[in-house]
T-cell receptor, first 110, second 115 residues
Framework: KQEVTQIPAALSVPEGENLVLNCSFT??????LQWFRQDPGKGLTSLLL???SQREQTSGRLNASLDKSSGRSTLYIAASQPGDSATYLC?????????WGAGTKLIIKP | GAGVSQSPSNKVTEKGKDVELRCDPI?????LYWYRQRLGQGLEFLIY????????KSGLPSDRFSAERTGESVSTLTIQRTQQEDSAVYLC?????????????FGPGTRLTVT
């Protein structure tokens, strides 16, 4: 049974720092891995989707990597800004049914 | 509209009452998903609709939960005889199903509080 873990549960860093969020999964037979951002009262926003055949995806200041063999994905945020404050969730699965981590709550201090 | 919409945004109900939550997916999206998110936890899959196929109901936690979808449009999630443990945010998502990619787009959720 697939299990997804995100560490740390919460992270607070000063504005401008680069940071890495971690996501690990137990079953490497995945179709893709997705990173989402969750803002209070606004649902989830898809940030990056990495197909199982890919190693990384980039969007602006965000870079997500995928290492299926080790069961890990990282989300790298460059030059963090206060607007990046949110909960970041990763999710993966072998089909349409995603298994979710509990999220990392990120606070960027001005 | 351009995105997934859900109503109501908040619902407070008394234990034992029935509630109905609504989801309007993005037009043209054949797949629709319902999730539950308890405070401080990740999302739990509840049910998946894809076109005219039989829905995947494997995530529904009890027979008090049911969902319907009319064609490829609106879906309703019904919880009968609500319990306090049903308190959560209920999220709906929709997606295209192309080449095996199921990139999901989420609505803002319905926060359900059972008193």
């Amino acid at each position: 049974k697939q299990e997804v873990t995100q560490i740390p549960a919460a992270l607070s860093v000063p504005e401008g720092e680069n940071l890495v969020l971690n996501c690990s999964f137990t079953d490497s037979a995945i179709y893709n891995l997705q990173w989402f951002r969750q803002d209070p009262g606004k649902g989830l926003t898809s940030l990056l989707l990495i197909q199982s055949s890919q190693r990384e995806q980039t969007s602006g200041r965000l870079n997500a990597s995928l290492d299926k063999s080790s069961g890990r994905s990282t989300l790298y945020i460059a030059a963090s800004q206060p607007g990046d404050s949110a909960t970041y969730l990763c999710a993966t699965g072998s089909n349409y049914q995603l298994i979710w981590g509990a999220g990392t709550k990120l606070i960027i201090k001005p | 509209g351009a995105g997934v919409s859900q109503s109501p945004s908040n619902k407070v109900t008394e234990k034992g009452k029935d509630v109905e939550l609504r989801c309007d997916p993005i037009s043209g999206h054949t797949a629709l998903y319902w999730y539950r998110q308890r405070l401080g936890q990740g999302l739990e899959f509840l049910i998946y609709f894809q076109g005219n196929s039989a829905p995947d109901k494997s995530g529904l936690p009890s027979d008090r939960f049911s969902a319907e979808r009319t064609g490829e449009s609106v879906s309703t999630l019904t919880i009968q005889r609500t319990q306090q443990e049903d308190s959560a945010v209920y999220l709906c998502a929709s997606s295209l199903v192309t080449g095996g990619t199921y990139e999901q787009y989420f609505g803002p959720g319905t926060r359900l509080t059972v008193t």
